[in-house]
């Protein structure tokens, strides 16, 4: 039984630390376009999208650190894309406010949901 506690001590640090979020894998001179779109100063969700899909179409699917990265960019980023697909990041008063009107949302504050009855 000491072993196997010392064990999960040990080995705590592993997986406390293996999910270590976004990281951006290293922009390669030989990337395509979609990566190098997905990589620009001011990308457009949309634009990165339509490319990727191109790509793809004419090349064999495979998966990479460039694929992964782009499939958690793409849940992340159309999160903060506006209409138009530019990504717009929220100050965070802005992000505060956003989190108490889902809690609120949540909790049926506010919602027509507890209006509703069964007779």
Known sequence: MKKFILFLLLASPTFLFSQSGLIKPILQPDAPEWVQLMYAETPNVF?????FEAYYKTHPYEENNYTKY????????RQYANENGDIIIPDNLALQEN???RNKLHSGEGSRSTTWTFA
Not at 47 to 51: D, E
Not at 70 to 77: D, F, G, L, P, V
């Open 70 to 77: 782009y499939t958690r960019w793409a849940i992340t980023a």
């Open 99 to 101: 989190i108490l009107l």
């Open 47 to 51: 634009a990165v999208a339509s490319a």
